[in-house]
């Protein structure tokens, strides 16, 4: 069964807080009671995506037992492809008082974001995300049968004309979503401090093979498409095959303190945005485990108005936000979500699903 949304407003904010804090704690004794680094004991962490990630081996079975025709249309529905990455990681400069301005907390993987990817390719009820539907939306009684529509967020098929982009803010060091999700859709821009992006880049580099549906064209990283094996006396290039096969990656500086996209003279200054504006019909915004404390609420949230507005306005963009918190501080989860509906004005949805609600994680869809 797909996921459901809930329609959060200035009342029910207070009730869903107090209902999940409530399961995480009835779940004390069978989740991980630590901060949610990914794993804080090596510098190089070997990690592995599979179909039975989130539920087990039920999914690889099925599509064995099933003949060819049944295969394919099971793949639509749920990844099955498989991703080993590696991840470079500093223990050491997130202990630091001096890397990054005392801002460190993206030199190691958070356990957020490997939930994340299971979660989207290989869980039955992420599928609205993976096909593109009506999801019901409750908020009382007032809303009941209701639906909103989403757009993709990855095409597992390569067969949807539509072009769609993932802005990643908030990326840290890891480079995992870009080269996973990267896959799946046609431009890929991952964001975070400057201080941050050489690890970054050196872990995407070190992933790129991961890469397996896309050929990768990045200005940021140097990468160029190869020249493919002429045919006949014609010299063909990857550049002049179907753009469908092509990734568009870059990895850029966004300071959510700096940002300015309603000075015209700054635009400039992030032609990686313009790029998903140019190339895309739609974009989601992804930010994983990037509200962990008061102070980053309002620069995060300013930033997703600035960039709201000017795709939509600028480039007609269809623009979606998906957030993913660790339920650490309940004071912290509320106060976002008071700011994001109240003085943000944003609509933010709570993603209801069971494999989300046994975690320690959420997951919010903003528009």
Known sequence: MAFKLWLLD????????????????????????????????????????EPSGLEGGRKKKRV????????VEEDQNVAVDSYHVSVGQSISSL?????????????VLWSTTPFFINWLLYSTSAAPFRLGSQVEVTCGSSCEGHKL???????????????????ELGAGISGILPVILGNFVDTYVSTDQKGILNKLKDNIM?????????????R??????????????ADITAASLPSK?????????????????????????????????????????????????????????????QLKHWLQTTYNLQFHVLVGIHLRSQEVTTLFLEKAIIEYDFTVYDIVDQVIQESRFNFYLIT
């Open 10 to 49: 200035e009342e029910t904010i207070y009730e869903h807080v107090f209902e999940r804090y409530t399961q995480l704690e009835g779940q004390s004794g069978k989740l991980a009671q630590d901060l949610g680094i990914q794993d804080r004991r090596g510098g190089v962490l070997e990690i592995t995506f």
């Open 64 to 71: 064995r037992r099933r003949n060819k025709a049944s295969s």
């Open 95 to 107: 202990r630091s008082s001096r890397d990054n301005g005392n801002s460190t907390t993206g030199y």
């Open 149 to 167: 529509e989403l757009p993709r967020l990855v095409d597992l098929t390569g067969a949807d004309r539509g072009k769609r982009g993932i802005l």
């Open 206 to 218: 070190e992933n790129l093979s991961q890469l397996t549906r896309k050929r990768c064209i990045s």
């Open 220 to 233: 940021s990283l140097r990468l160029e498409l190869p020249t493919v094996e002429p045919v006949g006396d």
């Open 245 to 305: 096969f092509t990734l568009h990656l870059e990895v850029a500086a966004l300071d959510w303190e700096k940002i300015n996209l309603q000075d015209k003279k700054t635009h400039s200054l992030h032609p990686e945005l313009s790029l998903i504006g140019e190339t895309c019909s739609s974009v989601y915004v992804i930010a994983m485990d990037v509200i962990y404390n008061e102070y980053l609420i309002d620069p995060f949230l300013k930033t997703l108005k």
